[in-house]
């Protein structure tokens, strides 16, 4: 998956979540519906911590070098906040504690979305009870993108300078 793929997984997701509203009122329905999209949400997360670094990596570093970071980010399943930012300390310490900074300000609201995307979604995968609604995916969701960004502009912002 490439930078324009998750483009496109992005565009497809916010749609999915769209449709939400011509569900009607059903509630077992939405309920689906929201344990669903959180699904989504969370693997979104995934990719995008994968493709984001791993271009940065593809950027500055020999092929190799590259390629074992690459693999090494396939092995992430479930990031939360915390490891966000891990991920970004290992490329550099600078770009780790900015990025924690930034999932932490306004009370954590950030590393909060990412946090509770991903606790759902290991709920509903293990066959859990799990009361996320539409809703509550749609605010996670609109709040973990600015975090893809924040990252995304922190990678580009990094590509001429030196290791």
């Known amino acids: 998956m490439t930078t324009h793929e998750l483009g496109r997984h992005k565009d497809r997701l916010l749609a999915t979540v769209r449709k939400a509203g011509e569900l009607g009122y059903d509630a077992e329905l939405l309920g689906h519906w929201g344990r669903y999209t959180c699904?989504?949400?969370?693997?979104?997360?995934?990719?995008?911590?994968?493709?984001?670094?791993?271009?940065?990596?593809?950027a500055k570093s020999q092929k190799d070098v590259a390629r074992y970071v690459e693999n090494s980010l396939r092995r992430i399943q479930n990031p939360k906040g915390s490891r966000f930012v891990e991920v970004a300390t290992s490329f550099d310490a600078t770009l780790g504690e900015s990025l924690k900074c930034y999932l932490d300000e306004d009370d954590g609201k950030r590393r909060n979305a990412i946090d509770s995307i991903m606790n759902h979604r290991n709920l509903i995968a293990h066959g859990k009870e799990s009361t996320i609604s539409v809703a509550a995916v749609q605010s996670y969701l609109s709040v973990s993108l600015e975090v893809v960004d924040f990252i995304q502009r922190q990678c580009a912002n990094t590509q001429g300078r030196s290791n």
């Not at 699904?39 to 271009?55: H, K, P, Q, S, T």
């Open 39 to 58: 699904v989504l949400c969370a693997g979104f997360l995934e990719n995008a911590l994968r493709i984001l670094y791993a271009d940065h990596a593809r």
